[in-house]
């Protein structure tokens, strides 16, 4: 129930993240269906579970050269690639540009993470 709860949390900051981003023209909602949304949601899990550890280790120096710089652009590629991966199965979601897959990672992390902490439970470990 809990992954559940997580996923949702997840889609709706996906949505309101792209819903922001368009009102700048940074991104486009493409889709209004909310199995596209959950979808895309699940693609993003998928990819920050699996391609953003190898992205990670591979950039490490890089990333220790220009104090977190090219972490912050590898969480924009990653959130670029999201509407690239749900296109295969049909119409993404959204489609995003290059400066609005970057903001869009950093307002992806607030938004979610903000959601997350203003509904745990007392006891859940940090």
Known sequence: M??????????????ATV?????FGLAQ???????????????MGLVNSVLRPIAS???????????GLI??????????????????GGQPAFSVTVP????GAMLMGLLSGLTNKLLRRPNEAE
């Open 57 to 67: 280790f591979l950039t490490a120096p890089l990333n220790c050269l220009t104090f």
């Open 100 to 103: 609005g897959a970057i903001i």
């Open 19 to 23: 819903w922001i981003l368009q009102q």
């Open 29 to 43: 909602v493409q889709s209004q269906s909310w199995v596209a949304w959950v979808v895309a949601a699940a693609i």
């Open 71 to 88: 972490g912050v652009l590898v969480n924009g590629l990653l959130f670029g690639l999201v509407p690239a991966f749900s296109a295969a």
């Open 2 to 15: 809990q992954l559940l709860f997580r996923w949702a949390i997840t889609t709706g900051a996906l949505f």
